[in-house]
């Protein structure tokens, strides 16, 4: 099956820099790839995704490239801000043949002042 | 929409005990999940169900049971309760039968003794 690995565990950046977080995947036949956040004592949101026939997707401040030859895919968080703190997980899925999406272990990022 | 719900939000159990954690969308959504959150772990699958009737089990099943009457509602029974199941429970959705864009409910935080 699937295997995600997600790194690193933890990170902490200040105020205005830049924050990113790799994940590698083993089934080179997984094709979509969400990524989600999830704030203190609350469930994980949806925040960005991308599928295979792409490289690159951005939504404002956020992006995710994906490299399917090398099967790791990353979030990029610019100009990050306070509320930017969260534990953020990576997922992978070969749509419509998969029962599960299979989670990476989480990062937590902490945007400090 | 309420999106997903879940109760109760926090539960204390005593070892033995019975218990069925509620999780209820309004979406319409055909696919419905449970995961524990453990810390280190990240988010792993105890069972899902792609549609009304019809169930399975994912990564961590044992010591649980769910069913599924209705499209909306898809509770999570555990049927003596033990100290390794002391965890945060979050129940996700996602429309067309497919695990692949999920949301989540707010999760309920479990306390076995």
């Known amino acids: 099956g699937e295997n995600v690995e997600q790194h690193p565990s933890t990170l902490s950046v200040q105020e205005g820099d830049s924050a990113v977080i790799k994940c590698t995947y083993s089934?080179?036949?997984?094709?979509?790839f969400p990524w989600y956040k999830q704030e203190l004592g609350k469930g994980p949101q949806l925040i960005i995704d991308i599928r295979s026939n792409v490289g690159e997707k951005k939504d404002q401040r956020i992006a995710v490239t994906l490299n399917k030859t090398a099967k790791h895919f990353s979030l990029h968080i610019t100009e990050t801000q306070p509320e930017d703190s969260a534990v953020y997980f990576c997922a992978a899925i070969r749509t419509g043949t998969a029962s599960k999406l299979t989670f990476g272990t989480g990062t937590r990022l902490q945007v400090t002042l | 929409n309420a999106g997903v719900t879940q109760t109760p939000k926090f539960q204390v159990l005593k070892t033995g005990q019975s218990m069925t954690l509620q999780c209820a969308q309004d979406?319409?959504?055909?696919?419905m999940s449970w995961y524990r959150q453990d810390p280190g772990m990240g988010l792993r699958l105890i069972h899902y169900s792609v549609g009304a009737g019809i169930t399975d089990q994912g990564e961590v099943p044992n010591g649980y049971n769910v069913s599924r009457s209705t499209t909306e509602d898809f509770p999570l029974r555990l049927l003596s309760a033990a100290p390794s199941q002391t965890s945060v429970y979050f129940c996700?959705?996602?429309?067309?039968?497919?695990?692949?864009?999920?949301?989540f409910g707010p999760g309920t935080r479990l306390t076995v003794l």
């Open positions: 089934d080179s036949a997984s094709n979509y």
């Open positions: 996700a959705s996602s429309p067309g039968g497919l695990p692949d864009t999920q949301y």
């Open positions: 979406m319409n959504h055909e696919y």
